[in-house]
Structure formats: C-alpha cells, structure tokens
C-alpha cells in the first residue's frame, strides 16, 4: 500500500506530523473526559479528510445533528457542507442491546463503502457488559476483525469519568492502533488542555505530551515542541534599517534572530523600541507587540510619543503608520496557565502571520511562576518555535532577578542592556550591546553623530509618508 496515497489527516498538520505513521488505516482510540474536545477531534477527523474526497460515516449515541453541526461549524468544521455533497452520514442510534448494534451497525457498512468511520462513543456498547471477559470478547471478535476487514480509518471515542485516565472497557486499547488521550489540568486554579500520545503503533513515540487549544474557527490545534533548527522564509537576506546606527551596534538582523533588551525596573528608555519601528517601516514588515503590563491604548500612546518625540511625526500620521505596520495586544499572564497561554499566542502568530514578534513586560512572569522549570520547559519552546519559523523576536524586560536575565539572554542572539550613569544632575542612558560570534559593545547616546542620526530620521520618515501615500 502506497502510504502517501492512503494516508489521513486529522486535520491539524502538527498532530498530523507527531502520528503520521499510524494514520493510513486501522483503528484511532479518542480518549479523554466530559467536554475535553473529543467529539470535536472526531469531527474535524471527518470534515479534514471529506475535503479531500474521502466519504465518512458518524456513528453516534448521544449527539443531536443539529446541534453538533452547529457547535462544530464555530470551529470551522462545517458537516452540513460535506453532509450536502454526499461526503459525510450522519447516523444517531437508540442505546439498545450490544447483538442489535453489532447488526445495524454491519449493515451500515455493507450498504455503503466509508473511507472513515466513527463511533462516539463506545461507553454505550461495552458498557452494557458487564463481564470484562465478555467486553473482551466483543471487541476481539467484532472491532479487531472489523480494523481487519475495513480498509478505511476507524475512529472510536471513549470517556472516562472526571479523576480517571484509564479506559475500563475491556483492554479496547489493545485493538487500537493509536490512541490519544485528550486531558484537562487545572494549575494553580487555570485550566490547560493536554494531549497524551499513548500509543502509535508502526511509529516511535518521543513526544508524550502536547498542550492543544480548541480554536475558534479553527478546531483542534496542537504546538509541536520544535527542534533547534533554524528554517528561515527569508534565506540568509539581512533585514534592512534606515537608521544607520542600528547595524553598526547589533550587526544585520536576521529572520529567526531573537533579540533579548533589558532595563533597571525603575529607569526605562523609548530609545529601545526605535530600531523596532525603523525594521517595520523600512522592510514594510507587519509587527505583532504583545504586551504582558500594558493595555493597548497604552502602548499605541507610548508608540505615538516616540513617532512625534524621535522622529518629528504628527499624531495622526503616526497613528496611521500604527495600524499599518503594527498589530498589538495584551494579555494578563496570571488569567491562564502558562501551557494555554503559549497555545493562544502561538495561534494568534500563525493567524496574524507577522514578520516581526516583539514581547513586552516579560518579567511578571518571575512573580506569578511557581515552577520555573515549568516556565523554562513552555518558554524555550516558544523561542525555538518562533525561530524555526523564521520570526524576529524581540523581548523587553525590567531585571528583576539576576538568574532570570541571565537565563533570558543565554537564550538569544543579541543583547542590549540599558544602564543609566549621571550627569550634571541628568540621567543618561547607556547600551551594553553583546550579538552572538562577537565582542560585547558600550555605547553612549551622548555621543551619536547627530547629524548623521538627523538625516536618517528624516530618511525614514520620508519612507513612512511615501508608505502612506502621503
């Protein structure tokens, strides 16, 4: 059998990426408790695989039509729309003895030829034998001669009460070939949501775990700890600056590079987000800032004070290059544990899809993590993640802890930290500037070539109006 000619989808490239080897045909256990997503994943396995032709027949108990095409159609996952072409059946039966289901249920399949089949769930079937040996019996003699006969993917849904994580039902994971089990944690009072791969027979499990988010529009969608490869959409091309002193200090930054800025807690510089408007104006970058202590107005206020205060531009001008190059929004890091937080930003990334990632007030996260281990896990991730898709990242963070900052900067490829020394009475800021494969740098504002710095000011923006149309 020709695997890329047979294989299915679940409908999320990352899970499919994780169980690829043990989607092509048998049997795909769908674990988890009340409201955990199952029914939605056995959905999405249907709808994902009609779109590709594929004919699908869903087996139901419990489910009424109307109401499951309805919740699943806010996911994006539209049965009607398969139902109407002939790709999806939908078919509700009555609880009744387990010799009238195994009947009807044949005679589904011998009236009609599925590539996918699905049962949600079993719990009414097996559950009416009592006897585990009987269970047993039932699904070696029916379900393991059905995965034998059947040339399509069967998917068969289980529950388990709240509080449990085994299916007592029989050993109906020995009939399987993968099963996954979809989980609730509540950490520290915040729900995450976690995918177990507990089984993929024919490939070799090195993931156990993966966090997973129901999306809006989008179903089921997993983050797939990524590996330390750098994969940039951009090649090797520099990004370009106007203001000439950027590359000067940091050297030419890169699509992937993650840049690390850090200040005392109580002295803080809008010199810090100019290069982050220079790279988004002169490479006509879409920027995604997502601020951790500030709301959004608040950021587009600070944004617009340095549009006017830097560069000399007028609050409706700079308002507009705001919401041409910029996408900005906050979140408070102590609403969601910090698995569902990395599952919605990594959502919202992929959605807005922009060349340049900017993280600001990182540093709540030394007050409100219990498990820095934990934290480091989730956040390594993230960089490697972004990275991997080609992402310049910048991080904004006061120090509050010196291990904090030192873990934070041993993670990027360029770090600025702002100092302040007096003088005559003034504060005045100075930049530590470390790039990797390069000696560290110090540099001091009080000694930037001015008329240099006017000129590229006005070149860029110039470039700004030009981008306007003004």
């Given at each position: ?27 795909l ?40 095409f ?5 996911l994006?996952?539209?049965?009607a729309?398969a ?55 039932i ?107 950027v ?118 996260f ?65 930049f ?11 540099f ?5 070539d ?21």
């Amino acid at each position: 059998m020709n695997y890329a000619e047979h294989a299915y989808t679940t409908g999320c490239r990352e899970l499919d990426e994780l169980i690829s080897k043990s989607l092509y045909r048998g049997a795909l256990l769908i674990v988890g408790h009340p409201g955990a997503g199952k029914t939605t994943l056995a959905s999405q396995i249907c709808y994902a695989n009609a779109k590709r032709g594929k004919k699908c027949l869903y087996v139901t108990f419990y489910e009424d039509k109307e109401k499951l095409f309805k919740n699943t159609a806010r996911l994006g996952i539209d049965l009607a729309s398969a139902e109407l072409v002939g790709l999806f059946k939908y078919v509700k039966l009555p609880a009744v003895s387990v010799d009238e289901f195994l009947s009807t249920f044949t005679g589904l399949l011998e009236k009609e030829v599925y590539d996918v089949v699905v049962i949600d769930s079993v719990n009414p079937v097996l559950e009416r034998v009592k006897r585990r040996e009987e269970q047993r019996a039932i699904l070696l003699n029916f379900f393991y001669q059905l995965t034998g006969a059947f040339t399509g993917l069967l998917v068969l849904v289980a529950e388990v009460p709240l509080g449990k994580e085994t299916v007592d039902l029989g050993s109906i994971e020995f009939v399987t070939d993968a099963v996954i089990y979809l989980k609730h944690r509540v950490e520290y009072g915040l729900l995450s949501r976690v995918m177990e791969l507990r089984k993929l027979r024919g490939a070799p499990i090195s993931v156990v775990e993966v966090p997973f988010l129901i999306v809006e529009g989008g179903g089921i969608r997993v983050f797939k700890p990524p590996r330390p490869e750098r994969v940039l959409t951009g090649g090797e091309k520099p990004l370009h600056t106007t203001i000439s002193i950027v590359p000067e200090l940091v050297g030419l930054m890169k699509p992937g590079d993650l840049v690390y800025i850090s200040y005392p807690p109580r002295g803080r510089t809008p010199l810090v987000i100019v290069p982050l408007l220079d790279l988004a104006v002169t490479n006509d970058m879409k920027t995604l800032i997502i601020s951790y202590k500030y709301a959004l107005y608040e950021v587009r206020d600070l944004f617009i004070e340095v549009f006017k205060h830097y560069f000399n531009v007028e609050p409706a001008i700079a308002k507009r290059a705001l919401d041409k190059y910029f996408y900005i929004v906050s979140f408070n890091p102590s609403a969601y544990s910090y698995t569902h937080l990395q599952m919605v930003i990594a959502e919202l990334i992929e959605r807005v899809d922009p060349g340049i990632v900017a993280f600001h007030g990182g540093e709540i996260f030394r007050a409100i993590t219990r498990d820095p281990a934990d934290f480091w896990v989730n956040y390594i991730n993230m960089l490697l993640w972004l990275k991997n898709k080609g992402k310049l990242v910048f991080r904004y963070c006061a120090r509050v802890d010196p291990y904090w900052t030192r873990m934070h900067e041993s993670l990027s490829d360029i770090v600025v930290r702002v100092y302040y020394s007096r003088e005559r009475g003034l504060l005045k800021p100075i930049f530590y500037i470390w790039r990797r494969g390069s000696e560290a740098k110090v540099f001091d504002y009080s000694s930037l070539d001015l008329e240099r710095s006017v000129k590229d000011v006005e070149r860029l923006v110039e470039l700004i109006k030009q981008r306007l149309g003004d």
